[in-house]
């Protein structure tokens, strides 16, 4: 009896989970849309920077949104010498290291913008990759307000020079030291804290052992659900808690409802305009508040964010970004924990339909903020910075739901092979038309039917196709087929007769190829 041959184990063709491949198209796409972004970044005198796709371990540190533990979230290994590296998981901690690296050679302040993959070790999901593009501009050494104005009026420029119109978006600006003067000594409600002065001057000359202040970000994480729940919704979670859709009971933070209210009251002071809003800051920030005036001291930090924030709304102001396109929203509260002043978002405003038909906002596509002492972990001296990030795959499929996805360009010329010991003479129709900075290639399958020539260069969206058999070679000339015309005459044409009397295939000199190849491209667009 024979034996049985091994049962091989072949491998999966599979990417990993969360990654995907990306084909021609996606890919020129893609490249089109980086050229506009990056073409606004140079205007405003941005360089550019590419950095390694690895890093090590402690040059990331513990940044990454959305987790709590160090260097969660990333893909990491320890190199043969034990030192842990890992891929970047965004392009602002690179800058951070690159600038500390070499900050007595650039200039500054240093202006760079970059653009490439990220990679974050996070549970995929629809529409959710591990791997995804950025395309990032960053200012280090400024502490102006100038350039945190500057990053979100170019913003606005990149979104309405991708083909974003201005009504369909907006960009959001806040500031973490308003939020900061906010939540201040905010404390847990409960007969300890109860018993505790309210003015928080006073609530300091207490033993230290009755204080019992409130994590302020968990109070971001709440406020940050401020779109989802609503009001109510975020001052149940602020207070004792709510229960969700599924009816799990989620556990408050423990203010009481005055303090809550007050945090409520901030995420709702977005005013008719930005003098409003900004007025309306003013006075939560102790402005007429009788009790909040006894501890001015503990609101100067957000004294100092709304400072900045009417700085921004100045610029902007005299740069002619009115409300339509940036407007101060102290609803937006960025998730990373490194930013230290101004935050901003770009979000879209035009409506899609979701997976279940639902109309939605489309959302966030970019954001941004200030971070002072990213660069401080390198050089323990504080380094200005502040910067935008923009997720490009997202910004992508925002154009495709508006119906702004760029048409499937042309594809090459095809040289079609009707006689195989003739393929010097193709290659040579295929270099002129090159050399005339045509797009071009020869069929290099099995030429035996030409039907599957026609059907490669269908699949290709070939504008044109060339064909020369022996008789036209003898005669010198060739046939050239208007491939685009075809297909438009072809959804009008409903009779034999009709099809053999179209244009779409003439017969021309051999030394006419390349002015008449030219001449279909140009009429096909």
């Known amino acids: 009896m ?39 970044y140079h205007a405003y005198g ?12 402690e040059a ?13 979230g990333v893909f990491a290994w320890r190199d043969d010498d034990d030192s842990g590296i890992a891929l970047r998981y965004d392009l602002t901690a690179p800058l951070a290291r690159v600038y500390a690296q070499f900050r007595n050679d650039l200039p500054s302040p240093y202006r760079r913008y970059a653009v ?5 070790n996070e549970k995929p999901g629809p529409g959710r990759f591990r791997q995804f593009y950025q395309c990032d501009a960053d200012t280090v050494g400024s502490a102006s307000m100038a350039a945190d104005a500057e990053m979100c009026a170019m913003l606005a420029d990149v979104l309405e020079n991708v083909g974003i119109a201005r009504g369909d978006y907006i960009v959001r600006v806040n500031n973490r030291k308003v939020l900061n003067g906010i939540l201040a000594g905010l404390m847990v409600d409960n007969e300890k804290t109860r018993s505790l002065p309210r003015e928080f001057a006073k609530a300091l000359e207490t033993k230290v052992s009755d204080w019992e202040f409130v994590d302020p970000e968990a109070v971001l994480r709440t406020i940050d659900k401020f779109d989802k729940v609503g009001a ?16 799990a009971f989620i556990e408050g933070v ?52 709304l400072r900045e924030l009417e700085e921004i709304a100045d610029l902007l102001a005299a740069q002619g970004y009115g409300a339509d396109r940036i407007v101060i929203d ?7 924990g490194y930013y230290t002043g101004p935050i901003y978002e770009a979000e879209l405003t035009f409506e899609i339909l979701d997976e279940k038909g639902r109309k939605r906002q489309f959302g966030s596509v970019a954001g ?41 360009p042309n594809g090459p010329v095809i040289v079609t092979v009707m006689d195989r010991d003739r393929m010097a003479d193709y290659q040579k129709m295929v270099a002129e038309l090159r050399n005339a900075g045509i797009r071009a290639e020869v069929y290099l399958g099995n030429p035996k039917n030409f039907g599957n020539q026609l059907k490669y260069a269908d699949a290709r969206n070939a504008p044109v196709a060339v064909i020369e058999g022996g008789d036209e070679h003898a005669n010198g000339v060739v046939q050239v087929k208007d491939l685009a015309l075809g297909k438009a005459l072809a959804a009008n044409i409903t009779t034999n007769e009709e099809w053999k009397s179209q244009p779409a295939q003439v017969e021309i000199s051999r030394n006419d190829l390349v002015a008449e190849v030219r001449k279909m491209i140009d009429r096909a667009g």
């Open 2 to 40: 024979a034996k049985r041959k091994p049962k091989v184990m072949r491998p999966k063709a599979l990417p990993p989970r969360g990654f995907r491949d990306y084909f021609g198209e996606d890919l020129r796409e893609r490249a089109a849309m980086l050229d506009k972004i990056t073409g606004v």
């Open 46 to 57: 941005f360089d550019p920077l590419e950095t390694s796709a690895v890093e090590t371990v």
């Open 60 to 72: 990331l540190g513990s940044h990454l949104p959305d987790v709590d533990r160090p260097n969660a």
């Open 116 to 120: 490439g993959p990220v990679w974050r």
């Open 232 to 247: 109510a919704g975020v001052l149940e979670l602020l207070t004792t808690g709510r229960k969700d859709q599924s009816g």
């Open 254 to 305: 423990g203010l009481s409802k005055k303090d809550a209210s007050r945090v409520v009251r901030f995420m709702e002071s977005k005013g008719r305009d930005n003098v409003e809003t900004l007025a309306n800051l003013r006075e939560l920030l102790g402005g007429s508040d009788a009790e909040l005036r006894e501890s001015q001291g503990v609101w100067e930090v957000g004294l100092e964010g």
């Open 330 to 336: 102290p609803s937006v509260v960025r998730g990373l």
């Open 368 to 408: 941004g903020g200030r971070y002072d002492d990213l660069v401080k972990r390198f050089t323990s001296q504080a380094v200005p910075a502040t910067g935008i990030s923009i997720g490009v795959d997202r910004l992508r499929a925002a154009l495709e739901a508006k119906g702004n996805a760029a048409a499937t």
